[in-house]
Structures are given as C-alpha cells and as structure tokens.
C-alpha cells in the first residue's frame, strides 16, 4: 500500500462523525490494514484532536500500541509512536496529551531518533507551560532527562535563559530539578539574555539552593559584580543587603563594582553603590573590564 493511498484511506476515516460508522469502516468491512496505516491513523487522530476515534483505536484491543512483543498475534496491528508525533504542538493538543499519559502505553520520557529532545524539553521549548505542568505530574517522567541517550535539558536553566517566568514558578516548584548545570548555575543563565530579567534573578534569590556569593564558574567575576555591569538595580541592592555578599570584592582583573556599573554607564547600580558607601566611590583611571 503506497503512501498516498495510505493518506487517502486516513482521511477517509477521519472525515466520519460516529463512532458506528468509523468502526464499521475499520472493522466491519474485513479489510486487512497495514501497521503503518494503523500508525498513521492513530498519529493523524491525536494530531486532529479526533477524540472519538482516539478513544476507539485506545480501547480496542487488536492494536497494540508500542507493544514490546517479539512476535505480533495476526488480527492485531502494531504501533510505535511518541508524545511528540501525536502532538507536534502541545499548545493545541493538551486534551490528547492528559490522554494519552492517562492510557500509559507511550512511555512520556520517549523520543525517537528523528526527535533531538524529549517531550518534557520540547514543550519548554514551545513555551507550553501547561503541557510542561501536565508531563511534570506525570510520575513516570524524567525531568532532567537520560543524558546517556538524549541531549541532557533542564528547564528550570531554560527559563531563566529565555526569560520565561512562568516557566521558572513551574520549575522552581519541583524540587526534582536542580538550579545548576555542571560548571553553570541558575545565576550565570539568568544573566545570559541581552536584557535580564530582575523579576527572574528575585526568584533564584528566594531560593536556598542558591548562594549569590560563590564566583560563577564559567567566569573570572562573582555573580554580584556581574549584576553590576547588567541593568538590574533592584537586584543591586537586595544584593548589598545581603551578608553573604562583599561589595568590595575584585575580579582577576582587580576591577570592582563601580568599574562594572560604569563599563555601561549602569547610572542607577552607580547610584546603589554609593548609598551603600563601604566601597571607595572613586575606583581609579581604571574605566574598562575585562568581562
């Protein structure tokens, strides 16, 4: 059965209203179908949000939907899918997404080798927070993911990057994932956009994993000295009235906040920084940083 005619047999079956009608139409006629057709149909049902037809191809027991039997019974079709062919875009597709996880057939943790992430990450990726909601329910997921097999994607670390907060209230809630990537913690991605976001650097602050005072590890600057250089004066002085943090303290370079603050003309940081008044307003000839 070639493609096209396999296409043409699908839309046939997904232009029906009834439940009778598309189960006489798939098994009432003894026509033999391929398990391509079959993996197509259940593909094209979930995409379409064809809820009824869904719900017959779930219950009926002669399609067994990524089975792990070595040998296939005849008068049964074989289905392999994943989250990710049934729902290409989780925004549309959240009905099908609670169903499909509630069936519990397709593992939410399965991407195939076409499928550079896996579901948890793409839907952070399509900024569907309430499809990253759902999946995170889901106790079977894996929210860091299997770093042997897919890329390794921490969405809490994807947030701040992206300067998505809803995104961060969901991750931070999980305590499954953690604020830090190997060398990188939360602060370092928080501070990546163009254009931080302070309401986001607030939120890592709220959390106790977190220790603003350690020196990043992707830099030669502590976390404070680079919140100078950035615009997010608020962030400045929830900082300077923090004790765990040294506002006199230097980089490798021997530059200080204030070379930090003026390296972009940070007038409000400058402003903090001089209220706060335990560093020497006047930090030398020295104008530029290495950052």
């Not at 989780?90 to 509630?102: G, H, R, Y």
């Not at 195939?112 to 579901?119: A, F, G, T």
């Amino acid at each position: 059965e070639g493609q096209q005619a396999v296409s043409t047999r699908v839309a046939n079956i997904l232009s029906l209203t009834t439940v009778a009608d598309m189960r006489n139409v798939l098994f009432g006629q003894q026509e033999e179908y391929s398990d391509i057709f079959m993996t197509k149909l259940f593909e094209e049902a979930c995409q379409h949000r064809n809820i009824v037809l869904l719900e017959l191809l779930l219950t009926d027991q002669r399609i067994l939907l990524n089975t792990t039997r070595s040998v296939i019974p005849p008068g049964t079709w074989s289905v392999h899918t994943t989250l990710q062919r049934c729902c290409p875009t989780f925004s549309t597709n959240l009905d099908v997404l609670q169903i499909l996880l509630k069936d519990g057939r397709i593992d939410p943790n399965l991407a195939s080798s076409d499928e550079r992430y896996q579901p948890l990450a793409e839907s952070a990726m399509q900024e569907c927070v309430e499809a990253v909601k759902i999946l995170l329910a889901d106790p079977r997921i894996d929210p860091i993911g299997d770093v042997d097999n897919y890329k390794s994607f921490n969405i809490l670390l994807h947030a701040c990057e992206k300067n998505q907060l809803d995104l961060l209230r969901v991750a931070l809630q999980d305590g499954r994932i953690p604020p830090r990537a190997q060398e990188a913690t939360a602060f370092d991605y928080s501070l990546a956009p163009e254009n931080p976001n302070e309401e986001i650097i607030h939120m890592l602050l709220d959390d106790n994993r977190l220790d603003p005072s350690k020196d990043t590890e992707l830099s030669e600057a502590s976390f404070f000295l680079y919140c100078c250089f950035a615009d997010v004066p608020s962030v400045i002085r929830r900082l300077l009235a923090d004790p765990r943090i040294d506002p006199c303290k230097l980089n490798s370079e021997s530059s200080n906040a204030f070379h930090f603050a003026m390296a972009n003309n940070r007038w409000e940081n400058i402003r903090a920084l001089i209220e706060d008044g335990r560093l020497d307003p006047n930090p030398g000839d020295k104008t530029e940083c290495e950052i």
